[in-house]
């Protein structure tokens, strides 16, 4: 890799194993149902996520789309969290495809808990209300923080009382599992349907898994042909896939370890402001006293002209520092050298 890239953990290259795996993978018409390394992904990845069935998808906006378009009738409401990556980095799809309205929740930067869902849930016969048709959170969420499995589990009971189905947007999903020390299962377990990504942070280059009821799946596979996601011999990304999720997933720690390194250094530099209680998965978010003076864009050009690559946020006047496969710890000491070189130069 030329430059040290903490944009996202989607612009990791795939592995010399994936590249390989996909030269030789064994293909066929997935369409049709003939893709022997799509069908092997799939139970897989349904088995991680100890649901009955699960569908290769081309993204994780595909995937979470297509659970909403899934489960949801035209008209419907569905309750989430007004950060969520559903809501914030979808392109409003939800009112395009699915039809549905979304009613958002300010969790105030925390996560989304039941008290919170129960009271917006609109299931009377009042014509004038849409009702609720689904309940989405989203786990590891996009502000790098985990939700509990006590949370889940409220939420789920909230969900039961209602009789409203559960998505669950896990793009992040093993990132989540490894900070809480639990296998994947033991949160998908809370919820309907999930998605999770390959790419992120996995080094598949494309794909996503939206898994569920056997049922559900069937309903979501006839929806993802409609939404043009009816690939033909995806064994090639199949196959990148199930390295991701036979061996990738299971290395996560280290970017986790990564990211708690690159925390304490910044921490360390005069005027810094971070919270290291909040380094709970592969990202660091960064803050410094006098970020309300400085132009976002001349910090970004600083770094990359240090081969460093990142994102600004100049509304909230800081930064996301994501860690990933194609970040080792000698990375780590040259990122937070050029960050305090950027806050200490004359």
Not at 258 to 276: F, Q, T, V, Y
Request: glycine share 8%; charged share 25%; proline share 2%.
């Amino acid at each position: 890799m030329n430059s040290i890239d903490l944009r996202s953990d989607t612009v990791t290259w795939p592995t010399q194993e994936m590249r390989t795996a996909m030269a030789n993978a064994a293909v066929g018409d997935d369409v049709y149902g003939d893709d022997p390394t799509v069908r092997e992904l799939e139970t897989y990845a349904a088995s991680l996520a100890a649901k009955e069935a699960a569908l290769f998808v081309p993204s994780g906006t595909f995937g979470n789309q297509l659970a909403l378009f899934t489960h949801c009738t035209r008209g419907s409401e569905v309750i989430l969290d007004e950060s969520s990556h559903i809501v914030q980095h979808e392109a409003g799809a939800s009112s395009i495809i699915a039809g549905v309205q979304l009613r958002t929740v300010d969790c105030g930067g925390g996560m989304l808990e039941a008290p919170l869902i129960q009271a917006r849930i609109r299931s009377g016969d009042d014509i004038h209300e849409p009702k609720t048709s689904l309940i989405c959170i989203e786990n590891a969420h996009s502000n790098g923080k985990v939700m509990s499995i006590a949370a889940m589990e409220g939420i789920r009971r909230c969900a039961d009382r209602n009789h409203i189905p559960v998505h669950l947007d896990g793009a992040r999903l093993f990132n989540a599992a490894t900070a809480l020390g639990v296998h994947a299962k033991d949160l998908t377990h809370h919820v309907d349907s999930v998605m999770f990504c390959l790419s992120k942070g996995l080094c598949a280059p494309a794909g996503s898994i939206l898994a569920g009821n056997r049922k559900f799946i069937e309903e979501a596979r006839r929806k993802r042909k409609i939404m043009g996601g009816g690939m033909r011999q995806t064994g090639i990304l199949a196959a990148a896939g199930l390295i991701s999720l036979k061996e990738m997933r299971l290395r996560l720690e280290t970017d986790h370890e990564n990211a708690k390194l690159l925390a304490n250094k910044l921490s360390e530099i005069p005027g810094s402001i971070i919270n290291l209680d909040d380094v709970q998965i592969n990202m660091v978010f960064f803050d410094h006293e006098d970020n309300k003076s400085i132009d976002g864009e001349a910090f970004v050009e600083f770094m990359k002209e240090r081969g460093i690559l990142v994102n600004t946020n100049d509304a909230l006047k800081r930064f996301r520092f994501v860690t990933h496969y194609w970040i080792s710890r000698e990375h780590i000491s040259l990122v937070a050298d050029a960050v305090r070189d950027f806050y200490t130069k004359e």
